[in-house]
């Protein structure tokens, strides 16, 4: 028998869910959720978010570094 390949549910924008309509980037706890342990942001088809808030993401993330909210890498 072989086994049988299920898809995968495709994954809802948290921010859609949530209605947020702007991301902002004085919230870095918020913001850590998409980024990688090596300090990376993760790409939309991992976190799950629409084109839009995964914009508005990126530009809060890289925002919140240059303000030094973030860190750029880690340890």
Not at 4 to 21: A, I, L, T
Request: charged share 40%; with cysteine.
């Amino acid at each position: 028998m072989r086994k049988e390949r299920g898809r995968k549910r495709k994954r809802v924008c948290s921010f859609c869910v949530d209605k947020v309509k702007d991301i902002e980037y004085k919230s870095p706890d918020k913001l850590r959720r998409y980024i990688s342990d090596r300090g990376k942001i993760l790409p939309r088809r991992i976190t799950g978010n629409c084109a839009g808030h995964q914009r508005q993401l990126t530009l809060a993330i890289k925002r919140a570094r240059y303000m030094a909210l973030m860190p750029y890498t880690t340890e």
